[in-house]
C-alpha cells in the first residue's frame, strides 16, 4: 500500500465491472439512514434506495453504468461547479453519525467527496481529499471535518487512481472524529460540537464515486472492515451459487479472476 509522502509500492486495481447482488444486509442496517449506489444508467436523478432524498446530477455530471466499485458510479468535478446535490438535509445535530464515499481520482485539486458545509466558518461536516484550506495539509490523502474539529491526513494515499473507501465518523461518547481508509482506522482527531447550516448536501468529488451512505451512529472498526470486505467480495451470484452444490466452484473462481483481472 502507498502511504502518502513516502510513494512506495502501488495498490492493485480493484477491477471496474461488478456483478453483484446487495452484501450489506446485517451491517449497520438498523442506522443507515441514506444511501445512494449510483447504478442509474442515464439521466440526471441519483436515485436514493434508502432514506428517500434523491441527488440532481448538476453541470457536466453523469453516471458510468460500468464504472463502479459495484455497478455503476458517477463522475463528478468540482473544478467546474459540477456535482450530485441532494439539497439541504442531512444537517444533525452533536449526535453520532457516520457518512461513507468509495472515490477514484487522479486529482490533486481540493475536493469533498461528502459535503455539507457553509464556507468561511466553523460549521458542517465533509469528507476531503487534498487541501482544501480548513487548515490540515493533506496533499493526496484523506480527512474529515466536523465544525472543525477534525482528524489529521490519511496515511494512505487516496488520489492514485484505485477505488478507495473513506468513512469518516464522529463519536460523541468518545468526543473523537475518526477517518477509515479501505477498512482501516487511519486518524483520529479532535471533536467540536457541530454547527448547523442551511447549506445542501453533495457530492463535490473530482472523478468517480461510488457507495455513499449515511449512518445515525458512530460506526466501529470491525463494521467499517465488513463493509470494505463484503464491496471487494461480494456476495456470490446465483449461478455460482449453483456451482457450490455441484463442486465447480473452482473453475468459477478461475472465471471470475479472469474477468477482473486488468
Ligand atoms: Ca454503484
Redesign the pocket.
Known amino acids: 500500500m502507498r502511504e502518502c509522502r513516502k510513494y512506495g509500492s502501488v495498490r492493485g486495481a480493484l477491477g471496474n465491472q461488478r456483478s453483484y447482488r446487495d452484501p450489506f444486509m446485517g451491517i449497520g442496517d438498523a442506522s443507515l439512514i441514506a444511501h445512494w449506489?449510483?447504478?442509474e444508467t442515464g439521466g440526471n436523478t441519483a436515485y436514493a434506495s434508502v432514506g428517500g432524498i434523491d441527488g440532481l446530477l448538476t453541470g457536466t455530471s453523469i453516471f458510468d453504468p460500468v464504472g463502479?466499485?459495484?455497478?455503476?458510479?458517477v463522475q463528478v468535478d468540482t473544478t467546474v461547479g459540477s456535482r450530485v446535490d441532494m439539497g439541504n438535509n442531512f444537517m444533525f445535530g452533536s449526535v453520532d453519525f457516520s457518512v461513507q464515499a468509495w472515490i477514484k481520482t487522479t486529482s490533486t485539486a481540493g475536493m469533498m467527496p461528502v459535503i455539507k458545509h457553509q464556507g468561511g466558518s466553523f460549521n458542517g461536516y465533509f469528507l476531503a481529499v487534498n487541501n482544501v484550506g480548513d487548515g490540515v495539509s493533506a496533499t493526496n490523502c484523506a480527512h474529515f471535518y466536523v465544525s472543525d474539529g477534525k482528524t489529521g491526513a490519511s496515511s494512505t494515499i487516496v488520489n492514485d487512481g484505485n477505488w478507495h473507501q473513506l468513512v469518516g465518523v464522529y463519536d460523541v461518547n468518545n468526543s473523537e472524529t475518526r477517518l477509515y481508509v479501505d477498512g482501516k482506522l487511519e486518524v483520529t482527531g479532535g471533536f467540536n460540537n457541530m454547527v448547523p447550516n442551511s447549506q445542501p448536501f453533495l457530492i463535490a468529488s473530482v472523478g468517480y464515486v461510488?457507495?455513499v451512505r449515511i449512518w445515525n451512529h458512530a460506526l466501529i472498526l470491525s463494521e467499517v472492515q465488513a463493509l470494505y470486505e463484503q464491496t471487494n467480495n461480494p456476495v456470490p451470484e446465483p449461478a455460482t451459487m449453483l456451482l457450490l452444490g455441484s463442486g465447480l466452484i473452482g473453475l468459477a473462481g478461475y472465471g471470475r479472476k479472469k474477468f477482473f483481472k486488468k
Open positions: 449506489r449510483f447504478d463502479g466499485i459495484l455497478g455503476g458510479a461510488d457507495e
